[in-house]
């Protein structure tokens, strides 16, 4: 359109403006609003190249409906026919073959087909132009002036683009041209342009962002932009400065066809690229956060539309979907493609939310949903009761509750996952009522006092039994603030067992005592079921059990349930029995009769006790009992059992025990110690052990200090350890003789403390050497001095050493080294020469050098030795080499310097060793 056609529709003619401004919408609600203009997007390219958006037939039937009937020697536009010529295929548009008699629906559908431009485009083109689509009395030209193609400000219209085929044939295709050759045209998508608001420059312009091809087409077409004048009388006229066609443009489709930005056509739609469902309201879209919630919505909106993902950016995005949406000034709850109305402020708080939340919808979604009628806040569906209170829903076990609480059992019916977004809380209770969760494992009751807290057993007992079922998360949620209770309940002021019958008041004393009750308010117990009270003997049993116990003397006797008749008349005490769970008079002390000397084993801990008639002793060493002959074999007893057995005595930690003396646990016999002092050696403690225990142990022998182990190794005992001996040599030296000792057991033997080797006893002259060491010693009176078998060789003794322990070694009394065979014995020096002892006489032992080489011996340590024969200053080496000795050193000498009659002596190297040669 050019803009004198806009000077021609808004100046000259009243009429004409009347004509440009007529499809006034029928009703205010289908009004296009002025607030949704968007002048840098007027129409989507989607919408706008869309050539197949209308079939001829539907643009009959538009044009039908827009006319009801032509002012007689008028031809209207629904009513045109006109003959055509074939338009061959160029680069803008297809092939349009020639027609004798095409209607005016007909030839907008073929062009918009060949020229991909949208059926609608030419519609509202036609309207704003000439009112063709409305107007009862058209003139020719009109018909000839369609579309305003070709009709210059300044000059006539171009007869060869006459008539009402030409005109709708080239304005297609000029649209076509604009979007091909955008850089040729003043208006360019997808930047910014100055877009004038009238011909009259001084009317100024503004900068728009002209988002699509479509809208920059329609700007080059008629290049002028509506003011503010003319968008605020949207269906009338502005000022001055106002300029109509592309408003009209706008309005026009936006009456007719809806957003002309957008391609939806549905209430519900997601892009071609993502899943991303929105609803669909107004010229807002919000998303849905899941695919449940679009099914609530769908069974009443209908099918999910897919639209280019263009149309989904053009519109505005709103917040989320939930089920909560607002319509004049009421807030409804969605579920199933029904609204439910809530009936006021406080319901709506009720349910967690304020009378802001939720989407406010347009009267398209409202009419669209099913009229649920008024919000109940009890919800049902299937056989699940649920009421809403506090943001929260509640499960309903039995119907009943709402009546005995004083509620209304009217309610709204939903689907399964209605209530999903609520958090779950405490089922719905009454005081009397209760409810389990689904799998049977844990229940709640409602007292007057406060929950109480059922475990799977308690819930089976007859009393509890009639609960309804709800979710677990419920009763989980409601476990958290009630009550447990106890098998065995203890108030402050009575003792109570649950039953079947409910809460049986009991003694404390006929089930063992305080050890066995668990503490809750009384104010609790009182709330529950009673089943009265029992204070002397009766009979327990647990459910579905063949055993009934009979309940006396502080402990529970087991007896078959088909003698309970029989004991209840020889006792004289009624015969009903009071049933409780499995495992609820556990720990109660158990009736048993159990030999003395039994041995036990606890089921749960794993200790063991040793039975006797007075008192149970904790065996912490089973070797102990093995050691006394006592049972080593344990039969498992349970809690109760171990409950019912005699008060506990002192534990079995030592082979120290006590019967009618203190002794030593050893050989499967108690051995006795042959004096205080003995026992005192030992450093034990001694448990006493009752009469019956000490009668089935046998006595053994007495100890002393000295023992022997199993493998026969000897020990002194003394300051509670033990000190390995090495032979009986050194027993007897100690006084000990080997009659005396005693064998015992390794076990309490090695309890005590290893001492150091008592220091062993070797006969003098013995030549002994440790394990693995190198060093000999000979034994001088119980001292070692240390040398070489070659000395003791010398001295007359075996060269031989006797292998002995390092400690042996290490414990015994060490003496001075013999380097070489020098002695003195009682002051006088000898020299072991070939086995025997050679005497020195005095000038001569000075001769040898320091007396310091002459190494004290004891006369028991020579009386052993051979002797004979007087030491000279003449030796004699084992080479045969002859040395004369004077003043520690020694001068090789020959034969012939020996004086007549001189003994020379044979002496070995170690002598030798200390004489250095001149």
């Given at each position: 359109?050019?803009?004198?056609?806009?000077?021609?529709?808004?100046?000259?003619?009243?009429?004409?403006?009347?004509?440009?401004?007529?499809?006034?919408?029928?009703?205010?609600?289908?009004?296009?609003?002025?607030?949704?203009?968007?002048?840098?997007?007027?129409?989507?390219?989607?919408?706008?190249?869309?050539?197949?958006?209308?079939?001829?037939?539907?643009?009959?039937?538009?044009?039908?409906?827009?006319?009801?009937?032509?002012?007689?020697?008028?031809?209207?536009?629904?009513?045109?026919?006109?003959?055509?010529?074939?338009?061959?295929?160029?680069?803008?548009?297809?092939?349009?073959?020639?027609?004798?008699?095409?209607?005016?629906?007909?030839?907008?559908?073929?062009?918009?087909?060949?020229?991909?431009?949208?059926?609608?485009?030419?519609?509202?083109?036609?309207?704003?132009?000439?009112?063709?689509?409305?107007?009862?009395?058209?003139?020719?030209?009109?018909?000839?002036?369609?579309?305003?193609?070709?009709?210059?400000?300044?000059?006539?219209?171009?007869?060869?683009?006459?008539?009402?085929?030409?005109?709708?044939?080239?304005?297609?295709?000029?649209?076509?041209?604009?979007?091909?050759?955008?850089?040729?045209?003043?208006?360019?998508?997808?930047?910014?342009?100055?877009?004038?608001?009238?011909?009259?420059?001084?009317?100024?312009?503004?900068?728009?962002?002209?988002?699509?091809?479509?809208?920059?087409?329609?700007?080059?077409?008629?290049?002028?932009?509506?003011?503010?004048?003319?968008?605020?009388?949207?269906?009338?006229?502005?000022?001055?400065?106002?300029?109509?066609?592309?408003?009209?443009?706008?309005?026009?489709?936006?009456?007719?066809?809806?957003?002309?930005?957008?391609?939806?056509?549905?209430?519900?739609?997601?892009?071609?690229?993502?899943?991303?469902?929105?609803?669909?309201?107004?010229?807002?879209?919000?998303?849905?956060?899941?695919?449940?919630l679009v099914g609530e919505y769908q069974s009443r909106l209908g099918p999910v539309q897919v639209v280019p993902d263009a149309a989904i950016r053009e519109m505005t995005i709103g917040q989320g979907v939930t089920r909560w949406i607002r319509f004049d000034g009421s807030s409804y709850f969605v579920d199933d493609g029904k609204r439910y109305h809530f009936r006021s402020a406080e319901q709506v708080h009720e349910w967690g939310h304020t009378t802001s939340y939720g989407i406010n919808v347009n009267a398209e979604l409202y009419d669209a949903l099913v009229n649920g009628g008024w919000l109940r806040d009890v919800v049902r569906w299937g056989s699940e009761w649920w009421i809403v209170r506090d943001g929260m829903r509640q499960p309903i076990s039995d119907p009943a509750i709402l009546k005995a609480l004083g509620l209304s059992d009217e309610r709204s019916w939903m689907s399964a996952n209605a209530l999903d977004e609520f958090g779950i809380g405490d089922p719905l209770l009454a005081n009397g009522y209760g409810a389990i969760n689904y799998s049977g494992t844990d229940a709640v009751y409602q007292t007057s006092a406060g929950l109480v807290y059922l475990d799977r057993q308690q819930v089976e007992l007859g009393v509890f039994d009639d609960f309804g079922a709800v979710t677990w998360v419920a009763v989980e949620h409601a476990r958290q603030r009630a009550t447990a209770l106890p098998n065995r309940v203890w108030d402050g002021r009575d003792a109570w067992v649950v039953t079947d019958r409910g809460m049986l008041r009991v003694t404390k004393t006929m089930f063992g005592g305080d050890a066995f009750f668990g503490a809750i308010p009384r104010t609790i117990v009182l709330g529950l079921p009673s089943a009265g009270a029992v204070t002397g003997e009766h009979f327990q049993a647990e459910l579905g059990a063949s055993t009934v116990w009979w309940m006396h003397d502080g402990k529970r006797e087991s007896i078959p349930a088909h003698s309970v008749a029989t004991v209840a008349a020889r006792e004289g005490i009624p015969s009903t029995v009071h049933r409780g769970v499995d495992g609820y008079l556990s720990w109660i002390p158990e009736h048993s009769s159990f030999s003395p000397g039994t041995l036990l084993r606890d089921a749960i801990s794993g200790q063991l006790v040793l039975t006797s008639a007075s008192s149970t002793l904790r065996v912490d060493d089973a070797r102990v009992l093995q050691q006394l002959g006592l049972d080593t074999t344990p039969t498992t007893i349970s809690r109760s059992v171990r409950n019912g057995l005699p008060p506990q005595a002192e534990a079995f930690d030592d082979f120290g025990v006590r019967c009618a003396a203190p002794g030593l646990a050893s050989d499967r016999r108690l051995m006795s110690f042959a004096s205080a002092a003995v026992q005192a050696d030992w450093g034990m403690t001694f448990e006493q052990l009752p009469s019956d225990i000490c009668r089935l142990i046998s006595t053994g022998p007495a100890l002393d200090q000295a023992v022997a182990d199993s493998s026969g190794n000897l020990w002194l005992v003394g300051d509670g350890t033990r000190a390995p001996i090495d032979s009986s040599r050194t027993l007897r030296d100690l006084g000990i003789e080997q009659s005396a000792v005693v064998r015992v057991n390794g076990d309490p033997l090695y309890t005590l403390a290893r001492a150091p080797m008592v220091p062993p006893y070797y006969y003098t002259g013995t030549l002994v050497r440790g394990w693995g060491l190198s060093q000999a010693y000979l034994v001088d009176q119980g001292r070692l001095m240390a040398t070489t078998g070659a000395v003791a060789e010398e001295l007359g003794f075996d060269d031989r050493p006797m292998g002995v322990s390092v400690d042996a070694i290490q414990v015994s009394t060490h003496g001075s080294e013999l380097p070489a065979p020098l002695i003195r014995c009682n002051g006088r020096e000898y020299a072991g020469v070939d086995g025997r002892l050679v005497a020195f006489p005095w000038?001569?032992?000075?001769?040898?050098?320091?007396?310091?080489?002459?190494?004290?011996?004891?006369?028991?340590?020579?009386?052993?030795?051979?002797?004979?024969?007087?030491?000279?200053?003449?030796?004699?080496?084992?080479?045969?080499?002859?040395?004369?000795?004077?003043?520690?050193?020694?001068?090789?000498?020959?034969?012939?310097?020996?004086?007549?009659?001189?003994?020379?002596?044979?002496?070995?190297?170690?002598?030798?060793?200390?004489?250095?040669?001149?």
């Open positions: 359109m050019r803009w004198s056609r806009s000077i021609v529709a808004a100046l000259l003619s009243a009429v004409l403006v009347v004509g440009l401004l007529v499809a006034q919408p029928a009703s205010e609600a289908e009004a296009a609003n002025s607030s949704d203009f968007n002048p840098g997007n007027i129409v989507s390219d989607e919408q706008f190249f869309d050539g197949d958006a209308m079939s001829a037939s539907q643009i009959q039937a538009f044009l039908d409906s827009q006319l009801q009937a032509c002012q007689s020697g008028y031809t209207c536009l629904k009513d045109y026919r006109q003959s055509t010529p074939r338009m061959s295929a160029d680069k803008y548009c297809d092939d349009v073959p020639g027609a004798s008699s095409r209607t005016a629906a007909q030839i907008i559908a073929v062009v918009a087909a060949a020229c991909d431009v949208s059926p609608k485009v030419m519609l509202v083109l036609l309207q704003k132009e000439q009112s063709l689509v409305t107007l009862s009395a058209p003139s020719p030209v009109r018909f000839e002036r369609a579309t305003g193609f070709a009709c210059p400000d300044t000059a006539p219209c171009d007869s060869s683009y006459g008539g009402f085929f030409y005109q709708i044939y080239y304005a297609a295709r000029q649209f076509q041209r604009y979007a091909a050759h955008p850089g040729s045209y003043q208006h360019q998508a997808d930047r910014t342009n100055r877009v004038l608001y009238h011909p009259n420059a001084a009317c100024g312009t503004s900068d728009v962002f002209i988002r699509n091809q479509a809208t920059a087409g329609l700007y080059n077409y008629t290049p002028y932009q509506p003011n503010a004048a003319a968008l605020a009388n949207l269906y009338g006229a502005g000022d001055a400065c106002s300029a109509y066609g592309n408003r009209n443009f706008w309005r026009m489709w936006t009456d007719w066809f809806g957003s002309p930005t957008s391609a939806i056509s549905s209430l519900l739609v997601r892009g071609t690229s993502s899943s991303t469902v929105y609803l669909v309201n107004g010229s807002w879209l919000h998303p849905f956060p899941n695919a449940a000038r001569v032992a000075l001769e040898f050098g320091d007396p310091t080489d002459f190494v004290d011996v004891s006369s028991t340590f020579c009386g052993k030795l051979a002797k004979g024969g007087w030491m000279s200053q003449y030796v004699r080496d084992t080479s045969n080499v002859i040395w004369f000795v004077d003043d520690g050193a020694r001068t090789r000498i020959s034969a012939a310097s020996v004086p007549t009659g001189q003994q020379v002596h044979v002496v070995g190297d170690a002598i030798l060793a200390l004489l250095p040669t001149r």
